[in-house]
C-alpha cells in the first residue's frame, strides 16, 4: 500500500553534519504528519521530530537548535537535517507517517530505518 524509502545516514564526526531523507509512495490521498524516531542500542524508540501538512514543527529537547525537520508535501518526502552531531545521537533512525488512503481508511507507516553513528 505504502512504501518508505529512508536514506542519507552514515558515519560523522562529533560536529558533523547529516541529512536524512524519506520518501513516500503508494496509494497515499493525503499525509498528514512526518516525523522521525530513533532508536539506540538498549534504549527505548524515541520521537526526535516531527512535523504536520501544515508545518508545525516538534523537537526534542536533545535535539533542539542543532536539528531540523522538513518536508516538500508535493514529494511526498520528509528531511532531517542534522548539525552539530554528538556521540549520544548514534541510533537508527526511522521515519514515520500518518497517511490517508485512496480508501479512506488512516494508518501510520514505518520507513526501514537507517544507522548513523557519531564517532572519531
Known amino acids: 500500500q505504502v512504501q518508505l524509502v529512508e536514506s542519507g545516514g552514515g558515519l560523522v564526526q562529533p560536529g558533523g553534519s547529516l541529512r536524512l531523507s524519506c520518501a513516500a509512495s503508494g496509494s497515499i490521498f493525503s499525509i498528514y504528519t512526518m516525523g522521525w524516531y530513533r532508536q539506540a542500542p538498549g534504549k527505548q524508540r524515541e520521537l526526535v521530530a516531527d512535523i504536520t501538512r501544515g508545518g508545525s514543527t516538534f523537537y526534542a529537547d536533545s535535539v533542539k537548535g542543532r536539528f531540523t525537520i522538513s518536508r516538500d508535501n508535493a514529494k511526498n518526502t520528509v528531511y532531517l537535517q542534522m548539525n552539530s552531531l554528538k556521540p549520544e545521537d548514534t541510533a537508527v533512525y526511522y521515519c514515520?507517517?500518518?497517511?490517508?488512503?485512496?480508501?479512506?481508511?488512516?494508518?501510520?507507516?514505518w520507513g526501514q530505518g537507517t544507522q548513523v553513528t557519531v564517532s572519531s
Open positions: 514515520n507517517v500518518r497517511c490517508l488512503l485512496s480508501d479512506r481508511r488512516i494508518n501510520d507507516y
